[in-house]
């Protein structure tokens, strides 16, 4: 298994330009429109950075039919270099904090959030 061992995740969403815009505007960062296979109508999505070439996950924003957004189940924490950063966007950005910022002890700090779509995330940071 390699270092870290997830290459890939997808945060289902309903409505992907409001899920678009509240990741860019909560991360600081630009989501691309990715192709999409052939045949594939009713499938959009939206990538975050990445680089194909480097160890470790990025991911997207899926728009899918029979998939919807979850608020249960697996969380993806999105690395920070302080939580409070992005955590301080949330509310304004149309999402709301479940847990704000809280220490870990020696493996750093971390924020629970709900997007948006009504995923919920984490966020990790280590100060």
């Excluded at 899920?19 to 975050?48: C, I, Q, R």
């Excluded at 470790?56 to 969380?75: D, E, F, Q, W």
């Excluded at 910022?101 to 966020?123: A, Q």
Aim: glycine fraction near 10%.
């Amino acid at each position: 298994m390699n270092k870290n061992p997830v290459g890939w995740f997808e945060i289902y969403v309903d409505d992907m330009e409001r899920a678009h815009t509240f990741y860019e505007t909560v991360f600081s960062t630009t989501l691309e429109k990715m192709p999409v296979p052939d045949g594939e109508k009713e499938l959009v999505m939206h990538s975050f950075p990445m680089e194909m070439t480097e160890f470790g996950a990025s991911g997207a924003l899926v728009k899918m039919a029979g998939y919807g957004p979850a608020s249960a189940g697996t969380i993806v924490y999105f690395m920070s270099e302080d939580c409070t950063t992005e955590e301080s966007k949330v509310v304004e950005a149309g999402g709301e904090v479940i847990q704000s910022k809280h220490s870990l002890g020696e493996f750093g700090f971390m924020s629970l959030l709900k997007d948006c779509e009504g995923n919920v995330i984490g966020l990790h940071s280590m100060k």
